[in-house]
C-alpha cells in the first residue's frame, strides 16, 4: 500500500469544498438552524503525534463507513463546543450550554455525530457515485483514542474546518482517518471518491463486517420485550405543550415553469410508490409511519413503524442533501 504524501494531502484539500457543503446541509436540517463549515484545513498527522496533539478531554465519535470496504473515522469536538452544539440540538440557542457533558448529553450529541458521518458519507456519494453508508457511530468523552487498527499505520490524515451555527463560530470540527482513508479519499484505492462515477465491487454487508472484524452482533429486542425507558427530569413540565402533527403523502420537486403551468385538473406525481407508509411528522421531524385509514367521515393514520432518534437523523440528513 502506497503512503499519504504531501500530493495525496493536495487532492483531498481540493474536495474540502464538496465535503463540508454536504455535512454543512445535513447538520443545518438536523438541528433546524443554518450550520456552516468553513476554513478547512487538511494536514498529514503522524500516529505518534496524536497523544500530544489533542490532550485532554472532549467528545468523540468513532463511525465505521462502508464502500467496497470500511473505514474508521474520528469525529471529535472541543468539550466547549460539543456542549453548545448539544444545547442547540436540543433546542436551545446555544448561550446557555450545560456545564458537563453527562450521559444523556452524549446520547444527543451520538446522533449529532451520527448525521455528521452521513454527511460525509453522501459527499462522497455525490462526488464518486459509489455508495457509502454509515455502519455505526460509538460516542465518547474521553481523552482522544485511536482505534486498534490504526496502531500499525505511520500517518494520519486531518481534516479540519470551522463550525458556525447562524453565523456565530462554535469551534473547530474534526475529522481524523488513517492512511488507507486518507488515500481513499485521494483516489488512490478501490471504489474512491475520485469524481469518476465508478461502480464498486460488491460490498460486505454488516454483519460479515462483524465477523471479519471477530466483533459481535448485538441480539435484537422486540419493541414490546424493551426495557421501559425513565422519562427525562422534568418532563412532566411540558406534557401539556401542544405539537403539530402532520401526514405527508410525498413530495414532488418542479421547476418554477411547471409550477406555474399547474393548473385546476393537472395531475403532480409524487415520490411515493402506492401502498407505501406514509410519513407521520412533529413539528416538522419525522417520528413515524403508518397507513391511512378513515375513521367515520375523517382520514386517520394508523402507526405501523416508530423511528428511533438515530433514523430519525438519517432520514432528516437525506431529505437535505436529496
Given at each position: ?59 468523540y465519535g468513532i463511525a465505521t463507513l462502508q464502500t467496497t470496504t ?210 407521520v411528522l412533529v413539528n416538522g421531524r419525522i417520528i413515524a409511519r ?33
Amino acid at each position: 500500500m502506497a503512503s499519504l504524501n504531501l500530493e495525496h494531502i493536495n487532492t483531498i484539500t481540493a474536495k474540502q469544498e464538496s465535503l463540508w457543503g454536504t455535512v454543512s446541509v445535513s447538520l443545518s436540517e438536523a438541528v433546524n438552524r443554518q450550520a456552516t463549515l468553513s476554513s478547512p484545513l487538511v494536514t498529514l498527522l503522524p500516529l505518534s503525534e496524536l497523544e500530544n496533539t489533542f490532550t485532554g478531554k472532549r467528545v468523540y465519535g468513532i463511525a465505521t463507513l462502508q464502500t467496497t470496504t470500511a473505514y474508521t473515522l474520528i469525529i471529535a469536538l472541543e468539550t466547549t463546543s460539543a456542549a453548545t452544539l448539544a444545547d442547540i440540538a436540543v433546542g436551545g440557542d446555544g448561550s446557555s450550554p450545560p456545564a458537563e457533558i453527562d450521559e444523556g448529553m452524549l446520547q444527543v450529541l451520538q446522533q449529532v455525530l451520527f448525521v455528521i458521518a452521513n454527511g460525509l458519507a453522501q459527499a462522497s456519494v455525490n462526488i464518486s457515485g459509489v455508495e457509502c453508508n454509515v455502519l455505526q457511530v460509538e460516542a465518547h468523552y474521553d481523552t482522544l483514542q485511536p482505534p486498534i487498527e490504526w496502531l500499525t499505520q505511520d500517518n494520519l490524515v486531518r481534516m479540519d474546518a470551522v463550525l458556525h451555527v447562524d453565523g456565530s463560530p462554535i469551534g473547530a470540527l474534526t475529522v481524523i482517518g488513517d492512511e488507507r482513508f486518507g488515500l481513499w479519499l485521494a483516489g488512490e484505492e478501490s471504489g474512491a471518491p475520485s469524481g469518476e462515477g465508478e461502480t464498486g465491487s460488491a460490498q460486505s454487508s454488516p454483519f460479515q463486517l462483524l465477523e471479519e472484524t471477530g466483533a459481535s452482533a448485538q441480539p435484537f429486542v422486540p419493541l414490546a420485550q424493551a426495557a421501559p425507558q425513565p422519562l427525562p427530569t422534568g418532563i412532566d413540565l411540558i406534557l401539556d405543550v401542544p405539537l403539530e402533527l402532520t401526514v405527508e403523502l410525498g413530495r414532488k420537486r418542479m421547476f418554477i415553469k411547471d409550477v406555474l403551468e399547474l393548473t385546476i385538473g393537472s395531475i403532480v406525481e409524487l415520490d411515493r410508490v402506492a401502498g407505501e407508509p406514509v410519513d407521520v411528522l412533529v413539528n416538522g421531524r419525522i417520528i413515524a409511519r403508518g397507513e391511512v385509514v378513515v375513521i367515520e367521515d375523517n382520514f386517520g393514520i394508523r402507526i405501523t413503524e416508530i423511528i428511533n432518534p438515530q433514523e430519525q437523523l438519517v432520514e432528516i440528513s437525506r431529505r437535505a442533501v436529496a
